[in-house]
């Protein structure tokens, strides 16, 4: 079940560093998104991309920078890493313009020490 | 702003009875309610969800019941297994028509065999 697949898994590093994280899906979807869940499980909205344009950019530090090369991939690029920005990181990607029957991927547990 | 609201944060049930999880929202113009069951350590993955045109959609064990006049929302679990733990989100479309989903805060849901 790799639909929408998500590299790495894990990444520990350290304060200041800056990483990325990639996202892939392979169902022809239109839209991706990155979701945040802190570790109170608390799932939030990001960004998300359509065809590769910048749909939703929440209140999101300008450390992190998504960037979708094609409808098929979308990377998160954290700079300066902070220990606030330790959590699980949600790829997903939905059919359909404006949102509905979004499917996650399985997620990237970032540890900042 | 858009809020989504969820009851209880926990549950716990005997395997075999009933669940019932309570949201509301705050956006009369939201159209789409998915819900979403989380395994621990694993993505979040669409279990059913409702159109604001229709009232009641049922799939097996589960029920979803959608109230648009008072903007309530329910997860119906019936005959529960203790695979059914999880925490499950209950989540509304914005009406911004960006395709953001506000989610609850999250129920977990115990079953004890």
């Known amino acids: 079940d790799t639909a929408v697949s998500q590299t790495p898994k894990y990444l520990v590093t350290q304060m200041g560093n800056d990483k990325s994280i990639k996202c892939e899906q392979n169902l022809g979807h239109d839209t991706m998104y990155w979701y945040k869940q802190d570790s109170k499980k608390f799932l939030k909205i990001m960004f998300s991309y359509n065809n590769k344009e910048l749909i939703i950019n929440e209140t999101v530090p300008n450390r992190f920078s998504p960037k979708s090369p094609d409808k098929a991939h979308l990377n998160l690029h954290i700079n300066s890493l902070e220990l606030g920005d330790s959590a699980v990181y949600f790829c997903a990607s939905s059919p359909r313009d404006r949102g509905s029957e979004q499917y996650f991927g399985p997620g990237t547990r970032l540890t900042v020490t | 702003g858009e809020n989504v609201e969820q009851h209880p944060s926990t549950l716990s049930v005997q395997e075999g009875d009933s669940a019932v999880i309570k949201c509301t929202y705050s956006?009369?113009?939201?159209?789409?309610f998915p819900w979403y069951k989380q395994e621990l350590g694993k993505r979040p993955q669409l279990i059913i969800d409702?159109?604001?045109?229709?009232g009641e959609k049922k799939d097996q064990r589960i029920a979803v019941t959608l109230n648009k006049t008072a903007k309530h929302f329910s997860l119906h679990i019936t005959e529960t297994q203790p695979e059914d733990s999880a925490v499950y989100f209950c989540a509304a479309l914005g009406s911004s028509n960006t395709g953001k989903l506000i989610f609850g805060q999250g129920t977990t849901l115990q079953v004890k065999p």
């Open positions: 956006d009369s113009a939201s159209n789409y």
């Open positions: 409702i159109r604001s045109n229709v």
